[in-house]
């Protein structure tokens, strides 16, 4: 199956500053999706990119599909945005809908 | 809109129990529903693949006796963790997948299993 290969593993920052997060494919998908976690659990989803470049808010998302990476950026961070961010992707080879989660970045903001 | 619920958000029983949890597609329909275990610190790791009207589809090394999967409609699927044991305690999520291409999964609040 696929591999997801996600980085930072940790990333520590100070209130305000930017960060980039990657997430790295085996393999094409034709899904591609980034979470943040909260610390109840919850997956919160902040892009569908299984190509291009989306933005909200305070967060953009770009996905090189040819070269199978996708990044995350968020900008003046918040100490709100502390948490695990996860990349999942799938869907190369038929119809295969199942995503595969990338082992996270966790991210801590301090004020 | 594209909400799923996922009930119950905590359950605390005694081994041997059997636990059922539902995923519920609320304004959509979904004959495609994956079910997710995440152990504390690790990330989401896929369970099974559960379609309507079609038997679950599980992921190597999953007991299919042991995690019964059930999706009678397209806004339902049900997860029994039978007989459970401490090792079953997780957090379980579930997801659902709008019919029809390549769309973005959409995912419940999660269970948190606690199994004494």
């Known amino acids: 199956g696929i591999q997801v290969e996600q980085s930072p593993p940790d990333l520590i920052l100070q209130e305000g500053a930017n960060s980039t997060l990657r997430c790295n494919f085996s393999d094409s998908v034709n899904n591609l999706q980034w979470f943040h976690q909260n610390p109840w659990g919850q997956l919160i989803n902040l892009f569908y990119i299984p190509s291009g470049t989306k933005q909200n808010g305070r967060l953009s998302a770009t996905t090189v599909a040819t070269e199978r990476y996708s990044l995350l950026y968020i900008s003046s961070s918040q100490t709100t945005d502390s948490g695990v961010y996860f990349c999942a992707g799938g869907g190369s080879g038929g119809s295969n809908y199942k995503l595969t989660f990338g082992k996270g970045t966790l991210l801590t903001v301090n004020p | 809109g594209a909400v799923v619920s996922q009930h119950p958000s905590r359950v605390i029983c005694k081994s041997g129990t059997s636990v059922k949890i539902e995923c519920r597609s609320l304004d959509f329909q979904a004959t495609t529903m994956f079910w997710y275990r995440q152990f504390p610190k690790q990330s989401l790791m896929l369970m099974a693949t559960?379609?309507?009207?079609?038997?679950?589809?599980?992921e190597q090394g999953v007991e299919k006796d042991k995690f019964l999967i059930n999706h009678a409609s397209l806004t339902l699927s049900t997860l029994t963790v039978t007989s459970a044991h401490p090792e079953d305690s997780s957090f379980y999520i579930c997801?659902?997948?709008?019919?029809?291409?390549?769309?973005?999964?959409?995912f419940g609040d999660g269970t948190r299993l606690s199994i004494l």
């Open positions: 997801s659902a997948h709008i019919s029809g291409g390549y769309q973005p999964q959409h």
């Open positions: 559960s379609n309507e009207g079609s038997k679950a589809t599980y």
